[in-house]
């Protein structure tokens, strides 16, 4: 049992993560377990935060996406932060996270995928969250209207929209929308309110929403957050940001045109 803890601490790079774990899970060591893949993982299981979240992983994927909001911090929220858009919201835990980094923020979660939006909004009504969240079934893409997405058993941080040409065999049809029109029905549904953080998750599709990117179109917006993937280069995204009047404040690396990026203005 030893040698299976020790597997996990030998990565001195991920000690300050470690600590966050001990400090933030009620359940530290399950949590450490499930991320590392550690032999004994199974799922699904509960992991509970010292400030009374309760999250059910149901796969790895689940266990990495707590750890990166969690124990690598890997986004920021401001506290006062009122309205906040989260797309890609997967099963939610940016959303419920979020929500309570700033607890006056009203939240906007855009999940496209059936099942993976039914996860969302259960964890969302299990936190006590639905009067200050509002959960919508769609996505983002270069034009609106509908989109394919693959219904293999792939985990749910990794399913993407598939490319318009690509014949619907094998797949689900989603509502999209352009971050122009998402943006204006955010700011309809809110009173016109400035956008605090627009947090962008969405499996690659940032490459053909957001180089082409009115910079008027993200006047509202005073942070964005963007994780970027390969294989195409993330030149294109930043320069479109920094045309509407971003800088890049941090970006923080997981490989080749893999990671995450935080603009403000």
Avoid at 84 to 92: E, Q, R, S, Y
Avoid at 102 to 126: C, D, G, H, Y
Wanted: include cysteine.
């Amino acid at each position: 049992m030893a040698a299976r803890w020790l597997e996990a601490f030998r990565h001195l790079e991920k000690t300050p993560e470690l600590w966050r774990c001990f400090r933030r899970f009620e359940n530290w060591a399950t949590m450490t377990q499930h991320f590392f893949a550690l032999p004994g993982s199974a799922y699904p299981v509960e992991v509970r935060t010292r400030s009374g979240l309760h999250i059910t992983l149901q796969e790895f994927c689940d266990a990495l996406a707590v750890w990166e909001m969690y124990c690598r911090e890997q986004y920021r929220v401001p506290h006062d932060a009122q309205t906040i858009v989260d797309v890609g919201a997967n099963i939610g835990i940016f959303t419920i996270w979020a929500a309570r980094q700033a607890p006056s923020a009203r939240v906007f979660s855009f999940e496209p995928f059936p099942q993976t939006f039914a996860r969302l909004t259960e964890n969302i009504r299990s936190h006590g969250l639905d009067s200050r969240t509002s959960c919508h079934r769609a996505g983002l893409a270069a034009a609106s209207g509908c989109r394919s997405m693959s219904t293999e058993p792939i985990a749910s941080v990794a399913r993407a929209l598939l490319p318009a040409d690509v014949p619907g065999d094998g797949s689900v049809q989603v509502t999209v929308l352009t971050l122009a029109e998402l943006i204006k029905q955010v700011q309809d549904a809110n009173f016109g309110k400035r956008i605090d953080v627009l947090k962008l998750d969405i499996e690659g599709a940032e490459h053909e929403v957001l180089p082409g990117i009115a910079p008027e179109a993200l006047a509202p917006v005073d942070l964005i957050e963007v994780e970027y993937h390969p294989p195409l280069p993330k030149e294109p995204i930043f320069d479109a940001l920094n045309r509407a009047g971003f800088r890049c404040i941090k970006d923080a690396k997981a490989g080749i045109n893999l990671g995450v990026a935080h603009f403000g203005r």
